[in-house]
Nanobody, 118 residues
Framework: VQLQASGGGLVQAGDSLRLSCVAS????????MGWLRQAPGKEREFVAS????????AYADDVKGRFTISKDKAKNTVALQMNNLKPEDTAVYYC????????????WGQGTLVTVSS
């Protein structure tokens, strides 16, 4: 699986931004697709995930109600809609994939920088 993320940028607090990740793979049926982020000086952390086959989603507590992860099977794309952005959301966001049942994210896209100014 190869992942290509896009959509980052500089926004103000309260604004919205949509990240997109295109996955190149013969099949994604057994994968969990996700977004993780790494803020300056901090460790990489989980943001959201979605089953490629199914409807299950998961979110980090601090983005629940503000971020929505979705998929478009026709375009092999996973999106992260981020609303009501806060300065603490500033980070490099990574698209990632792992096999269902695995704890480790095995495939990574390049990061896309999201900067939220106050």
């Amino acid at each position: 699986v190869q992942l290509q993320a896009s959509g980052g940028g500089l926004v103000q607090a309260g604004d919205s931004l949509r990240l997109s990740c295109v996955a190149s793979a013969r099949t994604l049926g057994y994968y969990v697709m996700g977004w993780l982020r790494q803020a300056p000086g901090k460790e990489r952390e989980f943001v959201a995930s979605i089953l490629w086959s199914g409807h299950n989603t998961a979110y980090a507590d601090d983005v629940k109600g503000r971020f929505t992860i979705s998929k478009d099977k026709a375009k092999n794309t996973v999106a992260l809609q981020m609303n009501n952005l806060k300065p603490e959301d500033t980070a490099v966001y990574y698209c990632a994939a792992k096999m269902r049942g695995d704890s480790t994210w095995a495939k990574w896209g390049q990061g896309t920088l999201v900067t939220v100014s106050s």
